[in-house]
């Protein structure tokens, strides 16, 4: 019999897909925004800007002085399916590979999205998680964590 997967599933799968496309070599992360008519109307993963090849910025540093690292460089996941995004994002939900940190939580409330489903939260309970979910609870912006999933493609 074949597999029949949720719309869940589907879009988790697509956000994920997404991540693989990601230079990131410690953390890839993939997002897909739907609307209430289950259609897709954003994706991104995190990556560097328009103009700034992957070969000539740091994607290998975490540490020392931020100038040297990748992170003021890249753009987030959740932030590059909002900037991709066809239409008003009012009512929409988010799905993301990894529990979106505070930056990221402050454009998903101001662009209207409502719901985050979210699979990884491994930075769960650091001071960038606990800011993001007191900004969420106090937008009313609802977060569900999907239990990870794995199909057969034959
Ligand atoms: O909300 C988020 C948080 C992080 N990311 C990206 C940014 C970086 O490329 C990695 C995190 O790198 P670490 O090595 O795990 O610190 O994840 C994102 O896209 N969205
Ligand atoms: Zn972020």
């Known amino acids: 019999m074949s597999t029949v997967i949720s719309w869940d599933q589907y879009f988790m799968g697509i956000a ?3 991540a693989y496309r ?3 070599p410690n953390t890839q992360v993939g997002a897909c ?3 209430a008519e289950n259609k897709i109307v954003g994706v991104g993963y995190n990556g560097l800007p328009w103009g700034c090849e992957d070969t000539q910025f740091p994607w290998g540093n975490r540490e020392g002085d931020m ?3 990748k992170y ?10 909002i900037l991709n995004s066809i239409q008003n994002l009012k009512g929409c939900r988010i799905y993301v590979s990894l529990f979106p940190c505070h930056e990221c939580v402050k454009a998903i409330i101001q662009s209207g999205i409502q719901k985050i489903i979210y699979e990884d939260d491994k930075y769960n309970d650091t001071p ?3 800011a993001a979910k007191r900004m969420l609870d106090a937008a009313g912006v609802v977060y569900q964590k999907m239990t990870p999933f794995d199909i057969e493609i034959k």
Request: glycine share 0%; net charge negative.
């Open 67 to 69: 100038y040297d690292t």
């Open 33 to 35: 925004i739907v609307n």
């Open 16 to 18: 994920k897909l997404s």
């Open 72 to 81: 003021p460089y890249v753009v987030h996941a959740e932030l590059n399916a």
């Open 128 to 130: 960038s998680d606990r």
């Open 22 to 24: 990601s230079k990131d």
